[in-house]
């Protein structure tokens, strides 16, 4: 069974440019969720999404947005990118919603640098 | 809100070692899950145990063992015989009820750095 796949892996910008990543889950996985990690501020959550549809959402500002597909795949976007916004971006798949399906596997993340 | 502690930053061991990796968490929760990932330097995340707050069972897989206390709010994990392989960024994460979402918050991360 293939794991949660992430693309692309690495990614260079310059401050202003806007990003999209790309997150396709494990088959039969419905919740994609997504997580930022830099050295300074660790493992952070950025949003949820089930059945297409934003379930939660962390601190982060209006720039960060994301979307989900009927298929499961999601994206995630960051606009007028921002030297602080170089990080690994991590995405996750679960069964579902709530607490039961909550054991969440991770894909390999995208490492986004912001020149 | 919710919080994890994990206080070691950065732990050495030689191999065959045992060490064990603190967690602490607060939630005013009563219902809700902790795990633990281990982070090797390809950067994935791994997914090692999830643990929910009605089961205080110790967990044992292999080297790998947990111990859990709710009165103490702690959900540490111990390597017994500690490889080369298991060095790695190891992250301890709590998830609660919040009914819709499955949002984990995650400490600080311990570094283990196991040497020959």
């Known amino acids: 069974k293939a794991g949660v796949t992430q693309t692309p892996r690495y990614l260079i910008k310059t401050r202003g440019q806007q990003v999209t990543l790309s997150c396709s889950p494990i088959?039969?996985?419905?919740?994609v969720s997504w997580y930022q990690q830099t050295p300074g501020q660790g493992l952070q959550f950025l949003f949820e999404?089930?059945?297409?549809?934003?379930?939660n959402k962390g601190n982060f500002p209006g720039r960060f947005s994301g979307r989900q597909f009927s298929n499961s795949r999601s994206e995630m976007n960051v606009s007028t990118l921002e030297l602080g916004d170089s990080a690994l971006y991590l995405c996750?798949?679960?069964?579902?919603?709530?607490?039961?399906?909550?054991?969440?596997?991770f894909g390999p993340g995208t490492r986004l640098t912001v020149l | 809100a919710q919080k994890v502690t994990q206080a070691q930053t950065e732990i050495s061991v030689v191999e065959k070692e045992d060490v064990t990796l603190d967690c602490v968490y607060e939630?005013?929760?009563?219902?809700?899950?902790l795990f633990w990932y281990k982070q090797p330097p390809s950067g994935e995340l791994v997914f090692l145990i999830r643990?929910?707050?009605?089961?205080?069972q110790n967990e044992i897989s292999g080297r790998y063992s947990w111990n859990f206390q709710k009165s103490t709010s702690s959900f540490n994990f111990t390597i017994t015989a500690s490889q080369v392989v298991d060095s790695a960024v190891y992250f301890c994460?709590?998830?609660?009820?919040?009914?819709?979402?499955?949002?984990?918050?995650f400490g600080t991360g311990t570094r283990l750095q196991v040497t020959l």
């Open positions: 996750a798949s679960s069964k579902g919603v709530g607490l039961e399906h909550n054991e969440q596997f």
């Open positions: 088959s039969g996985h419905r919740s």
């Open positions: 999404y089930f059945s297409e549809t934003q379930r």
């Open positions: 939630t005013r929760d009563t219902t809700y899950y």
């Open positions: 643990r929910n707050s009605f089961d205080e």
């Open positions: 994460a709590l998830s609660v009820n919040t009914g819709t979402a499955s949002k984990l918050t």
